[in-house]
């Protein structure tokens, strides 16, 4: 009785704070994130709107991070630095819908002294598996700068993280 309890109390927390359902870290590089589609992200027709992709690899590129130990809460206070979107390229190519359960794969592809390229794509999963279903494919370009908006070199360490992690188009 109580484990039912807490399972329906876990539920209600994870659908009321949007948070994602699995965040696997993958070997090859690939950082996996999964979300569920709300309400709140589609159109009367249950089409998930085009700018909810964005908000969905941004909370990826975010767990992408903090599976390599960086959160950029820490990064801000101890070291002075924004992780900042410089530039967005979207391919929509499907739509995903109202209750979908979908899979966001980043993977970092190059740095240099203050910017992260990074290639994510989206995926529709069914059941326990993501199927060939591909939504979106974003490239993104990450520059570090410091509060006052002035570039900045990326920290050793991250760059040390990010270089052991990088790809090359394995999208």
């Known amino acids: 009785m109580m ?23 993958q070997s090859s590089g690939m950082h996996s994130f ?9 159109d009367a027709g249950g ?12 909370h990826a590129r975010t767990e992408a991070l903090r599976a390599l130990g960086f959160y950029q809460s820490r990064l801000t206070r101890d070291q002075n630095i924004l992780l900042t979107v410089r530039r ?19 993977g970092f592809n190059k740095l240099t002294g203050a910017r992260i390229f990074l290639e994510q794509t989206i995926h529709r999963i069914e059941g326990k598996k993501t199927t060939d ?12 700068v410091s509060a006052m908006g002035k570039a900045k070199r990326l920290p050793e360490e991250l760059k040390e993280a ?6 090359i188009n394995e999208f």
Not at 18 to 25: G, T
Not at 34 to 42: G, K, L, N, V
Not at 47 to 58: F, K, N, Q, R, S
């Open 133 to 144: 279903d591909l939504l979106v494919s974003i490239e993104t370009e990450i520059a570090c």
């Open 34 to 42: 999964r979300a569920r589609i709300y309400y709140d992200a589609t």
């Open 47 to 58: 089409i998930v709107y085009h700018t909810e992709y964005l908000t969905i690899a941004e």
């Open 3 to 25: 484990s039912g309890i807490f399972i329906s109390l876990l539920g209600l927390t994870l659908m009321m704070n949007k948070i994602n359902l699995a965040d696997i870290p």
């Open 88 to 106: 967005c390229n979207v391919q929509y190519i499907t739509p995903a819908f109202l209750d979908d359960l979908v899979e966001v794969r980043t």
């Open 162 to 167: 990010i270089s052991g992690k990088l790809i």
